[in-house]
């Protein structure tokens, strides 16, 4: 979440134009983080920076602990990432949950993770993931993290939903281009649709202002049009690396 975001936010709310109950914040806790004695000052920290006293949604960024202390990007001497073998997920969990019975977040979630790690915190969960954060789009479409989740009550959120903006563009896949051409919508409108239709939470972050407008004017696809989406596109890609390392992926931006 951005500094910008919270100055400006945090005048709306002061003067009245915006309601803090109706705007949905959440916000995560970095790999640096992870020992349970640092999540609560992390937690703080970050409700300082945002000018806020409550976020809706804290989520673990990453499964990886890197080495506790205040560099976000520890390294040895080779620029190797150094991690952390003593801080667990279950127990930087536990911590999270403590923040939720002080209703400093309303919900806690996950970012990043795989099946069997989702599965090892929800099994000792006393509070349960209300969300789960993942790269997903039809390149990656996480087919079996999703059944999980609907099984489970958590919700999905897709990021990079639209394929980042950048290669292998999915905004320019002739499957998704022909079906936005037959029901005269835009291909990020097609793939908003499907990321909706199939209950996720797709997330997406457009700059430019004809796209921020287009973006929330999204319609219902005809089944045959999901189905092709779902079952017509083979090619499959992981845009983001985070998950592999816990280092950040790329993320584009014009300018
Ligand atoms: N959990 C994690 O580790 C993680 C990692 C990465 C991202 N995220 C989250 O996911 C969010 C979304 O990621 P993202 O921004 O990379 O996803 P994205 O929406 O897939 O990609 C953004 C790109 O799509 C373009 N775009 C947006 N709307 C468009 C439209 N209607 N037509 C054509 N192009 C369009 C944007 O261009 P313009 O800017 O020109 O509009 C930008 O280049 C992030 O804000 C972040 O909160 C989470």
Not at 18 to 46: C, I, Q
Request: net charge positive; hydrophobic share 40%; glycine share 6%.
């Amino acid at each position: 979440m951005k500094n910008t975001w919270a100055k400006q936010c945090g005048g709306e709310f002061r003067e009245g134009k915006v309601r803090r109950e109706d705007v949905f914040v959440g916000t995560k806790l970095w790999n640096n983080n992870h020992r349970p004695e640092r999540v609560r000052p992390a937690f703080e920290a970050s409700l300082r920076r945002l000018k806020l006293d409550y976020v809706d949604l804290y989520c673990i960024h990453t499964p990886f602990a890197f080495k506790a202390g205040d560099e976000q990007d520890p390294r040895d001497e080779n620029g190797n990432v150094i991690y952390d073998d003593a801080a667990t997920l279950t127990n930087t969990w536990k911590a999270l949950e403590s923040l939720v019975d002080e209703r400093r977040c309303k919900v806690i979630g996950l970012s990043n993770v795989s099946l069997r790690q989702l599965k090892e915190v929800f099994e000792i969960a006393r509070i349960k993931p209300a969300v789960l954060q993942v790269e997903s789009h039809p390149y990656l479409p996480e087919w079996e993290l999703l059944d999980y989740c609907q099984r489970n009550g958590i919700v999905m959120q897709a990021f990079a939903a639209l394929g980042h903006g950048i290669q292998p563009r999915l905004l320019d896949d002739p499957v998704i281009t022909v079906i936005a051409k037959r029901v005269h919508k835009t291909p990020a409108q097609v793939l908003l649709a499907w990321a909706v239709q199939r209950i996720t939470a797709p997330l997406t972050t457009a700059t430019n202002a004809r796209h921020i407008e287009e973006n929330f004017r999204i319609s219902t696809l005809p089944d045959d049009a999901i189905k092709e989406i779902s079952q017509g596109i083979s090619t499959r890609v992981r845009l983001n690396s985070v998950v592999d390392t816990g280092i950040p992926g790329f993320i584009p931006r014009a300018g």
